[in-house]
């Protein structure tokens, strides 16, 4: 079967088409026909090597697709289900072996790619905002990289939960969809000398109660220089690298502050918590309380474009890596 491999950590450029040997399912674990697999930062990192994963791996951490076969003690899921699964390596490929209690039924309406495009990131913001920071009606949040596809995720829960949203973002276009997902405010980003201030000066003179930060090293200083006494920095990712070591003592002289860097594994590590976030998730699409919006679709020979435009901030919304696309149709 055909499926993307990376024999060592790089750039974009590592990402290599390959044939490989059809999987086989060990006990406890189905194999999935993968119909489209969504494109995260997760994969730059495990590509990078910043989470290193055993060479040679094929990327992608969350796809969705149709269960062709099953091995031993399988009971959650059965030959023919419809399912998606986040955080298992390897969806860049035609075929998925997975382990069967990771997997999640998709419901009748819910299709292959709009599950593989919202299962990760719809998770994530579902316990951002409900677990890492619980947003209550009236607070003003800062979400960095708004126009992303876990900024508008994000942008929408919090005004759906009576937040108000400021937003960076880097472009006017990117603003006005910020905007459309309901932002009160949008901050070009590359317009500005000192964000903290001009956050300030969109909330009345005052610090939030929280940010929340995937973008990282770029944006951390500004995050916490943004936060009222006792505000909170929820720093979900590292888009732009790593945060440097630093001090403890900041947060204290910041105003005793709090910071939390989470991971969505942690969330979901029980098989009735994954479902029962999946499943708030589904309904969130349902109810249109979340759009989901798919930007770009790519063939497993255009694995490493998808990274590099996802690097490169040139798109919006989600971008899928859709083993059966052809060519030239992202």
């Known amino acids: 079967m055909r499926a993307i491999q990376v024999y060592e950590v790089g750039g974009p450029e590592v990402l290599q088409e390959a044939e490989v040997d059809q999987p086989r399912p060990g006990p406890g674990e189905a194999i999935v ?49 419809r399912v998606g699964w986040v955080e298992i390596p390897g969806t860049y490929a035609e075929r998925a072996v997975v382990d069967s209690s990771r997997l999640v039924p998709l419901p009748d309406d819910i299709g292959f790619e709009t599950a593989a495009a919202v299962l990760l990131q719809g998770m994530t913001a579902h316990y951002l905002v409900k677990d890492a920071y619980p947003v209550q009606g009236g607070d003003t949040v800062l979400v960095h990289a708004a126009a992303g596809g876990m900024g508008l995720l994000l942008t929408q829960l919090i005004t759906q939960l009576g937040g108000r949203v400021i937003g960076t973002t880097s472009t006017t276009a990117k603003a006005e969809l910020v905007k459309r997902a309901g932002a009160a405010e949008v901050i070009l980003s590359s317009a500005v000398d000192d964000l903290a201030a001009e956050v300030r000066r969109l909330n009345g003179g005052q610090g939030l109660p929280v940010v929340f930060d995937g973008v990282g090293a770029h944006t951390f200083d500004a995050s916490l220089a943004s936060l009222r ?18 001090d403890p003592m900041r947060l ?30 589904f309904e969130w699409v349902r109810s249109q309380a979340l759009e989901v919006t798919i930007t770009g679709r790519y063939a497993l020979s255009e694995a490493a474009q998808a990274h590099s435009d996802l690097e490169a901030r040139r798109t919006t919304g989600k971008l899928l890596v859709v083993p059966d696309v052809e060519e030239t149709q992202s």
């Open 33 to 81: 026909e993968v119909a489209a697999s969504g494109v995260n930062f997760l994969d730059v990192y495990h590509r990078e090597g910043r989470y290193s994963l055993p060479l040679p791996f094929t990327p992608g951490a969350e796809g969705a697709g149709t269960v062709v076969e099953v091995g031993p003690g399988v009971a959650d899921v059965a030959v023919g289900d």
């Open 229 to 246: 006494t006792r505000g909170h920095l929820v720093l979900f990712g590292a888009a732009s690298g790593a945060v440097p070591p630093f």
């Open 252 to 281: 204290a002289h910041g105003g005793s502050l709090t910071l939390i860097r989470p991971s969505l594994g942690d969330f979901i590590a029980d098989r009735s918590e994954l479902l029962r976030r999946a499943a708030d998730v």
